[in-house]
């Protein structure tokens, strides 16, 4: 089973800047896509951004111009580049690995953006 583990969480001013990354235990080509969900207090688990194999990427439309997804095949990595922080981007968010019908998560990373 596949492990991921997701950093670069934490607080930031609005207006500012995260980068968040998600290491998995074997190749990121293993996997049809990969991507990011986050769920803020009272809310349901919303999707943000994806990355398939072939490079194509989607975004949720508010995040658009804004957040940056990628990966790093050498480093069986997965980032998710974050500028222009808004308040409402405030969540813990979760990176997810799809192969062959079955979906894994992280265990979450909180980002706060607050003055």
């Known amino acids: 089973q596949v492990q991921l583990v997701e950093s670069g969480g934490g607080l930031v001013h609005p207006g500012g800047s995260l980068r968040l990354s998600c290491a998995a235990s074997?190749?990121?080509?293993?996997?049809?896509?990969m991507g990011w969900y986050r769920q803020a207090p009272g809310e349901q688990r919303d999707f943000v951004a994806r990355?398939?194999?072939?490079?194509?990427?989607d975004y949720k439309d508010s995040v658009k111009g804004r957040f940056t997804i990628s990966g790093d095949n050498a480093k069986n990595t997965m980032y998710l580049q974050m500028n222009s922080l808004e308040a409402e981007d405030t969540a813990v968010y979760y990176c997810y690995a799809a192969k062959t019908g079955n979906i894994q998560w992280g265990q979450g990373t909180q980002v706060t953006v607050s003055s």
């Open positions: 990355i398939n194999r072939i490079g194509f990427t």
């Open positions: 074997e190749s990121i080509f293993s996997f049809s896509d």
